[in-house]
């Protein structure tokens, strides 16, 4: 039996993002920061190694520490190994203790993070975070609670919180109640992460910047950042000088490709709500995790056109979502968050991105997908 959804049922819940000339300007702040904090010698060096001893780490990792918490407007960053997951562990585990307890929004939450939550043994209270009055109650009544934990990226299709609305909720009840931010799939495409609207610290993954893998990093609060980075005070756990530069020469590049990106998603779901292809029921734009194309189709044959899609030409699954290796379209699975909270999305759903390709490969490979099956 065909699925017929309703469509539009999950509107409202893309974030804004930064058109080409916005990312243009995001591109041009950076590397003003950039010659704040480096000499040209410098900046034209690879980095140097180990546990320098004038900051306990490679130099060169500090200068493009100092450029990143200039770029952000912040105290502080660190990057640390283990990619934005691990800057949510580490800046969870410097600011709670285990059996310690904190606010999470009444979803899904990612795998990860849900693993993280258990390691550190930390408690948590749910809110509704698209219901304002429901945080403004919570954070009231819960003075227990030693941390607010917040998701930019949306955690369900039917989120509709505005991030900066929920920060300063939050704060105008209790400014001294710790903010963490994941900033992943957010950072240098949205219109500002959670240190850029009042929070205390936001994490996100270099690697979804086009930077090398394994990188996290931490923005925020000095006292906070000053901690994690005295407890990581082994050489094996630095992130090197080449690496660092690394991930700051090709975060340069980053937001103009990913506006250009996004540009192609709403084109996508544009031609697919004209009628471009047969066989489909609803197409809509979501984060989730990336902005892209949720795709809901007549039939149950998502896994099916799933596997056609990579003879013919598109990656079925991630490297790092938005990572430097991700060029040609990903037509996926929708993710195992969306899949939780709308488990027909298993069968009939498609999370489809451009990621450097146009939208009419997109439509091109879909269309042949989607009639081999039929």
Same mark, same amino acid.
């Given at each position: 039996?065909?699925?017929?959804?309703?469509?539009?049922?999950?509107?409202?819940?893309?974030?804004?993002?930064?058109?080409?000339?916005?990312?243009?300007?995001?591109?041009?702040?950076?590397?003003?920061?950039?010659?704040?904090?480096?000499?040209?010698?410098?900046?034209?060096?690879?980095?140097?190694?180990?546990?320098?001893?004038?900051?306990?780490?490679?130099?060169?990792?500090?200068?493009?520490?100092?450029?990143?918490?200039?770029?952000?407007?912040?105290?502080?960053?660190?990057?640390?190994?283990?990619?934005?997951?691990?800057?949510?562990?580490?800046?969870?585990?410097?600011?709670?203790?285990?059996?310690?307890?904190?606010?999470?929004?009444?979803?899904?939450?990612?795998?990860? /993070?849900?693993?993280?939550?258990?390691?550190?043994? &930390? !408690? *948590?209270?749910?809110?509704?975070?698209? @219901? $304002?009055?429901? #945080?403004?109650?919570?954070?009231?009544?819960?003075?227990?609670?030693?941390?607010?934990?917040?998701?930019?990226?949306?955690?369900?299709? /039917?989120?509709?919180?505005?991030?900066?609305?929920? &920060? !300063? *909720?939050?704060?105008?009840?209790?400014? @001294? $109640?710790?903010? #963490?931010?994941?900033?992943?799939?957010?950072?240098?495409?949205?219109?500002?992460?959670?240190?850029?609207?009042?929070?205390?610290?936001? /994490?996100?993954?270099?690697?979804?910047?086009?930077?090398?893998?394994?990188?996290?990093?931490?923005?925020?609060?000095?006292?906070?950042?000053?901690?994690?980075?005295?407890?990581?005070?082994?050489?094996?756990?630095?992130?090197?000088?080449?690496?660092?530069?690394?991930?700051?020469?090709?975060?340069?590049?980053?937001?103009?490709?990913?506006?250009?990106?996004?540009?192609?998603?709403?084109?996508?779901?544009?031609?697919?709500?004209?009628?471009?292809?047969?066989?489909?029921?609803?197409?809509?734009?979501?984060?989730?995790?990336?902005?892209?194309?949720?795709?809901?189709?007549?039939?149950?044959?998502?896994?099916?056109?799933?596997?056609?899609?990579?003879?013919?030409?598109?990656?079925?699954?991630?490297?790092?979502?938005?990572?430097?290796?991700?060029?040609?379209?990903?037509?996926?699975?929708?993710?195992?968050?969306?899949?939780?909270?709308?488990?027909?999305?298993?069968?009939?759903?498609?999370?489809?991105?451009?990621?450097?390709?146009?939208?009419?490969?997109?439509?091109?490979?879909?269309?042949?997908?989607?009639?081999?099956?039929?």
């Amino acid at each position: 039996m065909a699925y017929n959804p309703e469509k539009l049922k999950y509107a409202s819940s893309v974030l804004p993002t930064l058109t080409v000339e916005e990312a243009q300007q995001l591109q041009f702040k950076l590397t003003h920061s950039m010659s704040k904090y480096f000499t040209g010698d410098q900046f034209l060096s690879m980095g140097d190694l180990g546990v320098a001893p004038r900051y306990q780490k490679p130099e060169q990792t500090e200068r493009v520490e100092r450029v990143i918490a200039d770029f952000f407007e912040a105290e502080k960053s660190a990057l640390v190994r283990g990619a934005g997951t691990s800057a949510i562990r580490i800046i969870l585990s410097t600011l709670l203790e285990a059996g310690d307890s904190m606010f999470i929004h009444t979803a899904p939450v990612y795998t990860t /993070t849900k693993d993280t939550i258990r390691i550190l043994g &930390i !408690q *948590t209270e749910s809110i509704n975070y698209n @219901d $304002l009055n429901a #945080v403004k109650e919570a954070v009231q009544q819960n003075q227990s609670c030693k941390l607010f934990y917040i998701q930019h990226a949306r955690q369900q299709p /039917t989120d509709i919180y505005h991030l900066k609305e929920v &920060i !300063q *909720t939050v704060k105008n009840i209790r400014p @001294d $109640l710790p903010i #963490v931010v994941d900033d992943n799939y957010c950072a240098m495409k949205a219109y500002g992460i959670g240190v850029e609207y009042g929070a205390d610290y936001s /994490t996100f993954s270099g690697f979804k910047l086009l930077g090398p893998e394994g990188i996290g990093v931490i923005v925020g609060k000095k006292d906070g950042i000053e901690t994690l980075q005295q407890r990581n005070y082994s050489g094996g756990g630095q992130v090197q000088g080449y690496e660092a530069m690394e991930l700051l020469r090709m975060m340069t590049f980053a937001p103009v490709s990913l506006a250009t990106q996004n540009e192609q998603v709403e084109e996508v779901c544009k031609q697919l709500n004209e009628g471009v292809i047969e066989g489909i029921a609803a197409a809509y734009m979501t984060n989730a995790q990336s902005k892209n194309v949720i795709v809901e189709l007549e039939q149950p044959i998502a896994q099916e056109v799933i596997q056609n899609s990579n003879g013919l030409g598109a990656a079925t699954h991630p490297v790092g979502a938005e990572s430097k290796y991700e060029i040609i379209p990903m037509i996926y699975r929708v993710s195992g968050s969306f899949i939780e909270a709308q488990p027909h999305l298993k069968q009939y759903g498609l999370r489809i991105n451009p990621m450097k390709s146009g939208a009419s490969t997109v439509i091109h490979i879909l269309n042949k997908a989607i009639k081999m099956v039929n």
